[in-house]
């Protein structure tokens, strides 16, 4: 194994694996209903499971034997009841990890190595390339297209959660993380009616307001700053695609109204984002005349 990939292993280890073991065990301490027993039989079937599927047990067999190893669940009621709470807890899990990784994500890669606008900006500097890449960018744009399937996102409520979490976990904040996961633990993760497209776009909105603006806007100003004899007015370098509300790929639930209602959100979701980036210029340019132009726009 070479070393760069053994370091960034060894990164994700440090980072996400042991603070995952870390903050799960506070899961069990949440002062919820059966939560601690849930949380100590998900480990004892845990090892059923890797047990039966090492013996090639059906899925049936494998459930079969945990009950009967465990007396306690007679009823077909409370045997359903323990399963929904295993997927409830291992559903909350998956979210510390996700918000682990998001939080642990500048540790675990290298932000200036191959593939990234650092490495990019060293190359082109040291071959005396800049002529060639401003010509490039002429021509060049990645355009994102975000799409979205009812299982593949969660509820808006549990995104702003991952977000708090992630900032609380790269800053070791155990309290709040504390708060989070209760926040968590009474947090829904499905709605009883199957989303509608407008409720598919809603949350992929969510990725546009929280993720992407300000990365493609922290792309822009670095090239802009790094290369700034090329003309990005004519030629946007990103450009952003949305799937949701207007396909018209079959889609019954997809018509006229859903495409402007969607089309409504996405123009109201940048022009919220603009006005809390020019709240932020209101902040720190106070000069005379200009707090006056900015206050206008």
Sequence with gaps: MDRPLSRSLENFKNYVGIKFQLYNSLFTSLPFYRIEKTGMLLSLFLNICEEGYKRKLSPQQIIDEFFLKDASFNKQSEKLDLLFRFIQFVERQVVLFDALEDAAFKFVHDTSGTGTLKQLEVEVEQNKKEKELAKKLEEFSVEIVLTAHPTQFYPGSVLG?????????????????????????????????????????????????????????????????????????????????????????????????????????????????????????????????????????
């Design 161 to 297: 959660i991952i977000n708090d979490l992630s900032k609380s976990l790269a800053e070791n904040d155990t309290a709040r993380i504390n708060m989070y996961l209760q926040q968590l633990g009474k947090t829904p993760f499905f709605k009883k009616e199957k989303p509608t497209p407008y409720d598919e776009a809603l949350s992929l909105i969510w990725y546009l307001e929280n993720v992407f603006f300000s990365a493609a806007g922290r792309i822009f100003s670095f090239l802009k700053n790094q290369f700034p004899e090329v003309d990005y007015e004519t030629n946007p370098v990103i450009k952003m695609g949305f799937w949701p509300g207007g396909d018209r790929d079959g889609n019954p639930f997809v018509n006229t109204e859903i495409t402007l209602k969607v089309a409504d959100a996405l123009r109201g979701a940048i022009i919220k984002c603009y006005y809390l980036e020019i709240r932020r210029l209101r902040r720190r340019l106070t000069f005379k005349g200009v707090d006056v132009l900015l206050s206008d726009l």
